[in-house]
T-cell receptor
Framework: GQQLNQSPQSMFIQEGEDVSMNCTSSSIFNTWLWYKQDPGEGPVLLIALYKAGELTSNGRLTAQFGITRKDSFLNISASIPSDVGIYFCAGQDQGAQKLVFGQGTRLTINP | EAQVTQNPRYLITVTGKKLTVTCSQNMNHEYMSWYRQDPGLGLRQIYYSMNVEVTDKGDVPEGYKVSRKEKRNFPLILESPSPNQTSLYFC???????????????FGEGSRLTVL
């Protein structure tokens, strides 16, 4: 099946630093989404992107839908302790009845 | 409160002993799906359902069954569990779109299954 390559797999940063992660695919997607999973809980949707080139913000989070439709980026500015968790990208192509998820990026923050 | 509820949250069982993980949503969503989460592999889809009585295989359906007799419920059945089905399982639901899921999935809290 389709695969998404998400990087980095893990990040260890200091509180207050900015964070960048990305997701690439060998195939085109019409929709890109970013989810966050807090420890012991299910993933929660952070941002959804529906148009190539789209740049969307949600508070300190900013995500972009790549022009080629094969990649997406998520940036977190001025990280805080509650940003800890696993971040997943997900893609959906037209006609597909499911989302394809990346492997996840585990974010750890040192206070 | 809008939610997806899974039970049990934790289960330890033995090889071959049939088990069912229940999933219920109260948002009147048409689309429901099961995923398993394993380290380094992300979330992989097991089965999904577009609506009542409509189910289809995801990427890793072997060893699992599902049913969708009612809109709100989507149980996952392991007829003869094996150790390679030890995993963290998530049920999710969403509104439907022309593509199936709107993409905006609501996840349950997860069910951690260990098969000895």
């Amino acid at each position: 099946g389709q695969q998404l390559n998400q990087s980095p797999q893990s990040m260890f940063i200091q509180e207050g630093e900015d964070v960048s992660m990305n997701c690439t695919s060998s195939s085109i997607f019409n929709t890109w989404l970013w989810y966050k999973q807090d420890p012991g809980e299910g993933p929660v949707l952070l941002i959804a992107l529906y148009k190539a080139g789209e740049l969307t913000s949600n508070g300190r989070l900013t995500a972009q839908f790549g022009i080629t439709r094969k990649d997406s980026f998520l940036n977190i500015s001025a990280s805080i302790p509650s940003d800890v968790g696993i971040y997943f990208c997900a893609g959906q192509d037209q006609g597909a009845q499911k989302l394809v998820f990346g492997q996840g990026t585990r974010l750890t923050i040192n206070p | 409160e809008a939610q997806v509820t899974q039970n049990p949250r934790y289960l330890i069982t033995v090889t071959g002993k049939k088990l069912t993980v229940t999933c219920s949503q109260n948002m009147n969503h048409e689309y429901m799906s099961w995923y398993r989460q394993d380290p380094g592999l992300g979330l992989r889809q097991i089965y999904y359902s577009m609506n009542v009585e409509v189910t289809d295989k995801g990427d890793v359906p072997e060893g699992y069954k599902v049913s969708r007799k009612e809109k709100r419920n989507f149980p996952l059945i392991l007829e003869s569990p094996s150790p390679n089905q030890t995993s963290l399982y998530f049920c999710a639901s969403s509104l439907s779109s022309a593509q199936g899921t709107s993409g905006e999935l609501f996840f349950g809290e997860g069910s951690r299954l260990t098969v000895l």
